[in-house]
């Protein structure tokens, strides 16, 4: 089993940033593909983005490309989300996933595919 903690949420205003992190424990997630999803007031959760075993691929969607970018820490088994010129809209509560597969493509934006799930963490952008 993995447990997966999420931390680095908070309050900021429009046009601030935060970093997110994920902290995996309970196995080494080094061969995981790891992603961040998230789920605003009244809507679904949806994919944000999502990072390869060693890191070197990477996949956002639309809305946060050019302002969010993934990255992971093997060896200290966690994955983080840096998040630079915040909107209203990005306002949600950022959950972290591991998936045991190798994903690629559209596939890795499917939150089925993905088999560990994190507790969420809030992120509240103000205008």
């Known amino acids: 089993q993995v447990q997966l903690v999420e931390s680095g949420g908070g309050l900021v205003q429009a046009g601030g940033s935060l970093r997110l992190s994920c902290a995996a424990s309970?196995?080494?997630?080094?061969?995981?593909?790891m992603a961040w999803f998230r789920q605003g007031p009244g809507k679904e959760r949806e994919f944000v983005a999502r990072?390869?075993?060693?890191?070197?691929?990477?996949y956002y969607t639309d809305s946060v490309k050019g302002r969010f970018t993934i990255s992971r820490d093997n060896a200290k088994n966690s994955v983080y989300l840096q998040m630079n010129s915040l909107k209203t809209e990005d306002t949600a509560v950022y959950y972290c996933?591991?998936?045991?597969?190798?994903?690629?493509?559209?596939?890795?934006?499917?939150?089925?595919?993905?088999?560990?799930w994190g507790q969420g963490t809030q992120v509240t952008v103000s205008s």
């Open positions: 996933a591991a998936a045991t597969q190798e994903l690629s493509g559209t596939i890795s934006i499917r939150s089925y595919q993905y088999d560990y």
């Open positions: 990072i390869s075993p060693n890191g070197w691929s990477t």
């Open positions: 309970g196995r080494t997630t080094s061969s995981y593909t």
